[in-house]
């Protein structure tokens, strides 16, 4: 598991803050391959994460989800059947996402996004005690 996405997937949605996220947007690298970079955002109650898989077609790209897990994997086959290029990655949704919202779409220009719902069951409401 990439524990770059990992820890900025958590780190988003903090059970600290109290309240929905502000609109945040980080960049990194992913692993195994120097071309792929990949954005993860929150966008009030969206979480998104998308990835270049431009060098491959559709039917390469293979998605799947298992609770809050995507993993994301392509396979380019030569004409001969020899693999000539792969792309792995996975990306752990933060706890507080409803895995049942996942979609996913993917661009012509080859970007792939993956979007989810904040779980509203899950959003903390701080009250003030009165005595």
Request: one cysteine or more; hydrophobic letters at 30%; a negative charge.
């Amino acid at each position: 598991i990439s524990s770059a996405c990992m820890e900025k997937g958590r780190a988003i949605y903090s059970e600290d803050s109290g309240s929905k996220p502000q609109q945040s947007t980080k960049e990194h690298k992913f692993t195994g391959h120097s071309y792929p970079t990949g954005k993860i955002q929150a966008i009030g109650d969206i979480f998104q994460f998308t990835v270049d898989v431009s060098e491959f077609s559709l039917e390469d790209v293979i998605i799947t989800s298992s609770n809050n897990l995507i993993e994301v994997h392509a396979e380019k086959l030569g004409e001969d059947g020899t693999v000539t290029n792969t792309f792995s990655h996975r990306c752990e949704l933060p706890s507080d996402v409803d895995p049942m919202s996942v979609t996913m779409t993917m661009e012509s220009s080859g970007v792939l996004t993956v979007r989810s719902h904040r779980n509203e069951l899950f959003n903390r409401i701080h009250t003030e005690l009165k005595s």
